[in-house]
T-cell receptor
Framework: DAGITQSPRHKVTETGTPVTLRCHQTENHRYMYWYRQDPGHGLRLIHYSYGVKDTDKGEVSDGYSVSRSKTEDFLLTLESATSSQTSVYFC?????????????FGPGTRLTVL | KQEVTQIPAALSVPEGENLVLNCSFTDSAIYNLQWFRQDPGKGLTSLLLIQSSQREQTSGRLNASLDKSSGRSTLYIAASQPGDSATYLCAVRRGMGNQFYFGTGTSLTVIP
């Protein structure tokens, strides 16, 4: 448990509406990630952050934006939600130290776009 | 782009059996490989991490091996139990980059 929470845990929204998902960590890790998980595709990286205001795109970034104004919070925004963005979204942190360099995941947010 | 494949997609075994899950990747220039467990409706739990310089890692009944040259990793589970039922995913970190690439997972069912 790396002290990662995600909110909301479930959300149903309509096509065209903006949606923001929040990831919060309590351990001051530098790296944070947003993934989506879909059947047949596994987890795919959307965006990641390597510090406050420092972000970069992942494999499937189109239609998503992120912001990180504080170390502990990493926000994922769908500017205008589409049905193809129905998915389970996971936030992760990267814990580094000594010989370890691992990822720890939050509980996920299930998003349904109607 | 790194492609990570896990075969089989699903596996069902009787309790007590030893089993092997497979993970293959296309680019051998990896920094490390990590095995995760995911229970239905839950997030991912880290099981084992193997650095690129290592050949294997062990934790309890789990043993993960890595053969970089052939682009393969295996997760060995000894004396399987119904509580081992879950989806197992592998992920590779390519080089010194910040991206991790995941396989689609193997869904394991251990029958009592």
């Amino acid at each position: 448990d790396a002290g990662i929470t995600q909110s909301p845990r479930h959300k149903v929204t309509e096509t065209g509406t903006p949606v923001t998902l929040r990831c919060h960590q309590t351990e001051n890790h530098r790296y944070m990630y947003w993934y989506r998980q879909d059947p047949g595709h596994g987890l795919r990286l959307i965006h990641y952050s390597y510090g406050v205001k420092d972000t970069d795109k992942g494999e499937v970034s189109d239609g998503y934006s992120v912001s990180r104004s504080k170390t502990e919070d990493f926000l994922l925004t769908l500017e205008s939600a589409t049905s193809s963005q129905t998915s389970v979204y996971f936030c992760a942190i990267r814990r580094q130290g000594g010989s370890t360099d691992t990822q720890y995941f939050g509980p996920g947010t299930r998003l349904t776009v109607l | 782009k790194q492609e990570v494949t896990q075969i089989p997609a699903a596996l069902s075994v009787p309790e007590g059996e030893n089993l092997v899950l497979n993970c293959s990747f296309t680019d051998s220039a990896i920094y490390n490989l990590q095995w995760f467990r995911q229970d239905p409706g839950k997030g991912l739990t880290s099981l084992l991490l193997i650095q690129s310089s290592q050949r294997e890692q062990t934790s309890g009944r789990l043993n993960a091996s890595l053969d970089k040259s052939s682009g393969r990793s295996t997760l060995y589970i000894a004396a399987s139990q119904p509580g081992d039922s879950a989806t197992y995913l592998c992920a590779v970190r390519r080089g010194m980059g910040n991206q991790f690439y995941f396989g689609t997972g193997t869904s394991l069912t251990v029958i009592p």
